[in-house]
């Protein structure tokens, strides 16, 4: 089976642009969630959406925004590009909002010049 | 709200010795709480999760966690390492309210085994 799939695998941007990110879930979950990795930390939430509707949003400003489509795969989109926006952005799948395991895919690397 | 705190950033120990890797967290609800292993440029990877039944966890690869209520500890431990432990290691917290799942990551712990 395949697992979670993220593209692209890496990506450079200069700063002021946008970006979108694209995740595709494991087949049969219904939930995917976005988090963000800087170099050096712990990944921080930023979305959880489920059945295609925002059920929570971290600490991130309006910039980041994401949608889910109704075969469950989801985008990020980041708008007009800051250097601290350089990390590696994780999507994370499960099986609905509650599950309590959720499946990381190999992320997107973003390089903000 | 919730936390985790990692208390090493970084262990090293000799290939054969005991892992000891540990975590501290605060959440005013019953956690969830997990510990995932990153290897350099790869994805994360669930080692094991405690949610609320055994209070000694075992996962995968041999590692095995003990949930301390008491302490609000989470440690993370494996009889004897092998190079390819070699890895960042993250505690995480999980709080379902609100209808949703959000993880609570700690700063991580990096594991270098020595030959």
């Known amino acids: 089976d395949a697992g979670v799939t993220q593209s692209p695998t890496h990506l450079i941007k200069t700063r002021g642009q946008h970006v979108t990110l694209r995740c595709s879930p494991i087949?049969?979950?219904?939930?995917v969630s976005w988090y963000q990795q800087v170099l050096g930390q712990g990944p921080q939430f930023i979305f959880q959406?489920?059945?295609?509707?925002?059920?929570g949003r971290g600490n991130f400003p309006d910039r980041f925004s994401a949608r889910q489509f109704p075969n469950y795969s989801s985008e990020l989109n980041v708008n007009a590009l800051l250097l601290g926006d350089s990390a590696l952005y994780l999507c994370?799948?499960?099986?609905?909002?509650?599950?309590?395991?959720?499946?990381f895919g190999p992320g997107t690397r973003l390089t903000v010049l | 709200a919730q936390s985790v705190t990692q208390l090493d950033s970084h262990v090293s120990v000799s290939e054969g010795t005991p892992v000891l890797l540990r975590c501290n967290y605060s959440?005013?609800?019953?956690?969830?709480l997990f510990w995932y292993v990153q290897h350099p440029n790869k994805g994360l990877q669930l080692l094991l999760k405690?949610?609320?039944?055994?209070?000694l966890v075992k996962g995968i690869n041999g590692f095995e966690a003990e949930f301390k209520k008491s302490e609000t500890s989470f440690h993370l431990t494996k009889p004897s390492a092998h190079m390819s432990d070699a890895a960042e290691y993250f505690c995480?917290?999980?709080?379902?309210?609100?209808?949703?799942?959000?993880?609570?990551f700690g700063s991580g712990t990096r594991l270098q085994v020595q030959p």
């Open positions: 994370a799948s499960s099986f609905d909002s509650l599950a309590d395991t959720q499946y």
């Open positions: 087949s049969g979950h219904k939930s």
């Open positions: 959406y489920y059945e295609k509707e925002e059920r």
């Open positions: 959440s005013s609800y019953s956690p969830s």
């Open positions: 405690y949610t609320s039944a055994a209070t």
């Open positions: 995480v917290v999980s709080d379902p309210r609100g209808g949703r799942r959000a993880l609570t």
